[in-house]
Nanobody, 114 residues
Framework: QAQLVESGGGLVQPGGSLRLSCTVS????????WAWYRQGPGYQRELVAT???????NYEDSVKGRFTISRDNDRRTVFLQMNSLKPGDTAVYYC????????WGQGTQVTVSS
């Protein structure tokens, strides 16, 4: 069964950076598009960024120019580099396929606060 393990979150001041990682097991990583999602307090889970098979990327408007999604097929890992973080980025971050078809992992908490 496929398993998603997110890591890299933490507490950071506004303007800071974090790099999230999601390691995937139990399926053929290279055959899927991948995405990062987030769920802030009191909000529904939302799509943040996607990376397609050809490494084309797409971003939610509020993170364009600040976040970068990438994939390493050999390491079965998808990354999210987050720069210029804002308090509004505070959320639990999850990865899944581009259209989420897998059981959600535990996520990784990102808190942006001074």
């Amino acid at each position: 069964q496929a398993q998603l393990v997110e890591s890299g979150g933490g507490l950071v001041q506004p303007g800071g950076s974090l790099r999230l990682s999601c390691t995937v097991s139990g399926l053929n990583f290279g055959r899927y598009s991948w995405a990062w999602y987030r769920q802030g307090p009191g909000y529904q889970r939302e799509l943040v960024a996607t990376v397609l098979l050809d490494r084309t990327t797409n971003y939610e408007d509020s993170v364009k120019g600040r976040f970068t999604i990438s994939r390493d097929n050999d390491r079965r890992t998808v990354f999210l580099q987050m720069n210029s973080l804002k308090p509004g980025d505070t959320a639990v971050y999850y990865c899944n396929t581009g259209t989420p078809i897998l059981p959600w992992g535990q996520g990784t908490q990102v808190t942006v606060s001074s």
